[in-house]
């Protein structure tokens, strides 16, 4: 029987109390699975609504976890975290002789195997354990199975791939050495009566492409669990795509072995390797090939951006305490401007000291870097606001300017082909405060201009 409008929001409303899903992704014909599900109970999709709102039984619960769940994985996916991982894991595990694992949302095992690969070998000695965790019970089936199918290991490399597997056929089975190291548990990790997130429970977290599927105040929720279930200093991983910005202020971003990743506060970074580094190294800059530096061009923006707060909200321009992160930003757009780039770059740190996770914050530090002339540090900075905010396009610009001056032309023209995606979809309270004082088709003009001085195609 056909579901109306009105029963497809009703059970969408249900779903989403009960897994948190935000279904922002597109990626759910909820109206399909609800008919079919109804369909399956033989009963009408209103009167299966509302058995699903009085409590539903366990089986039906498991049934639509494992149709409204996207369970793509495979094998080592971003190898630079796994990298990562490993060496963290050597220095966290050697100083607390523990190390346990929690790979959340691991669908069919792949990432929980693929990290317990990556453990290093004093671990055994620590009982160092890897602890799957998911939602959709086939799933974790799967990886109990632990036998997968050439395609899981798209991209695990041939030494690896030697190393874990037993092959039969065209079956690949983990090995019983790396088996023992993991076991699989099935949690609703958006329930804050689930049992697995207890304090200071895990050394190091993954939890990778499931954050994007939940609604903001869910995703806030389960990583405010996620920090107080590891120890002080333990590090949390999540999906390439994905980020803690406007989630908590419970972390500090690090970013090492070209890969972003999380550390929960309260314990000094692990110096081995946890010290934030540009993925980028910089060749010595050739002088700019104008007399305008970017400095400048905010400049004119923080004119603007004073002429706006005067005219507008009188409040805003007088002198603000410098705990308001918005104060300090606005404070750090002027002094650029003045030119004091030490006090813009204090300014800056403080703000990021308050939330290490502002974008804003990271970009206007990269013009700081930038004008005192330390690049390396600047294309650090864009990169962090870049990955911080997917769709802010002036670190994309900024870092293929910066770029263009390196003479990585390469770089120039993929980062400034990206700033022109972004460009006619930025904020446009954002463009008056960094945009250095130029409108949005300015700033694509420029851009083009750039990418053509660069080799591209505009
Ligand atoms: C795309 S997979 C991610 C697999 C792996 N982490 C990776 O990145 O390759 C997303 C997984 O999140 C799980 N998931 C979604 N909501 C969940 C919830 N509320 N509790 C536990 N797992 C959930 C899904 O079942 C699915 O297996």
Not at 156 to 165: G, H, N, Y
């Amino acid at each position: 029987m056909r579901a109306n409008e009105s029963v497809v929001r009703r059970f969408k409303r249900w779903s989403t109390e009960t897994f948190g899903f935000s279904f922002e992704t597109g990626t759910t014909n909820l109206t399909a699975v609800l008919e079919s599900h109804a369909a399956a109970a033989r009963t009408d999709p209103l009167t299966y609504v509302e058995r699903l709102e009085g409590g539903a039984p366990v089986s039906e619960l498991r049934a639509l976890a494992h149709a409204l769940t996207v369970t793509e994985t495979y094998f080592f996916r971003h190898r630079e975290q796994f990298t990562a991982f490993a060496d963290l894991a050597t220095a966290l595990g050697a100083e607390r002789s523990r190390l346990r694992v929690l790979s959340a949302a691991c669908a069919s095992g792949e990432e929980t195997y693929s990290l317990a690969a990556m453990l290093p070998p004093a671990s055994a000695a620590w009982g160092a354990h890897v602890l799957g965790a998911d939602l959709n019970l086939q799933a974790l089936q799967k990886a109990r199975l632990a036998s997968y199918s050439v395609w899981s290991l798209r991209d695990t490399p041939a030494e690896l791939r030697d190393l874990c597997f037993e092959r039969a056929g065209d079956t690949f089975r983990v090995r019983p050495d790396l088996r023992a190291r993991v076991t699989f548990e099935e949690h609703n990790l958006v329930d804050p009566d689930d049992r697995l997130l207890t304090p200071e429970r895990f050394e190091i977290v993954f939890c990778r492409n499931m954050l994007m599927y939940l609604t903001r105040d869910r995703a806030s929720d389960l990583v405010r669990r996620f920090a107080k279930s590891l120890v002080p200093g333990g590090y949390l991983f999540l999906g390439h795509a994905e980020t803690l910005r406007g989630l908590t202020n419970d972390f500090d971003l690090l970013h090492t072995h070209g890969t972003f990743y999380y550390q929960r506060r309260g314990a000094l970074a692990h110096p081995v390797t946890a010290q934030p580094r540009p993925a980028v190294a910089t060749p010595a800059a050739p002088p700019l090939a104008t007399e305008e530096t970017w400095v400048d061009a905010i400049g004119r923006a923080s004119e603007r951006v004073r002429s706006l707060t005067h005219a507008r909200a009188p409040e805003l321009a007088a002198p603000s305490p410098r705990v308001d992160p918005e104060a300090l930003l606005l404070e750090a757009v002027e002094l650029t401007h003045q030119g004091d780039v030490d006090a813009a770059r204090e300014r800056c740190r403080a703000l990021l000291d308050l939330d290490g996770l502002n974008a804003g914050a990271h970009y206007l530090s990269a013009v700081c870097d930038e004008a005192a002339g330390d690049l390396r540090a600047a294309e650090s900075h864009d990169q962090t606001a870049a990955y911080l905010d997917a769709s802010f396009a002036m670190p994309r610009l900024h870092l293929g300017l910066l770029a263009r001056r390196a003479g990585r032309l390469g770089d120039a023209r993929r980062e400034l082909e990206q700033a022109l995606v972004l460009l006619p979809h930025e904020e446009p309270a954002r463009l008056v405060l960094f945009g250095g004082g130029f409108a949005r088709q300015q700033l694509v003009d420029l851009c083009r201009a750039e990418l053509k001085a660069c080799g591209g195609s505009a």
